[in-house]
């Protein structure tokens, strides 16, 4: 059963969306390889990234308000 509404190609069954959990361990691994790093550029762009992902991780902490629609498990729209 699904809440949201219907999509018309349906991530494959079992999928799991990323949670904001997850977007923190990225972060933390991109801030790692940051300080890891000699080259300047690449440790920007670590940086870079580590933000994204915790851009990510809040707006996945705000709620269904902003998560994609639920696929139902038979992966079909009503059962068409």
Excluded: I, W
């Excluded at 972060?27 to 870079?48: I, K, N, P």
């Amino acid at each position: 059963m699904f809440t949201k509404g219907c999509v018309s190609n349906p991530l494959p069954r079992g999928t799991v969306m990323p949670d904001a959990y997850y977007f923190r361990q990225q972060a933390h691994t991109c801030a790692r390889l940051a300080l890891a790093t000699r080259d300047e550029g690449v440790a920007e762009r670590f940086v870079r990234m580590a933000h994204e992902y915790l851009a990510k991780a809040a707006e996945a902490e705000q709620g269904s308000e902003t998560a994609p629609p639920m696929v139902p498990e038979d992966g079909l729209c009503n059962g068409k």
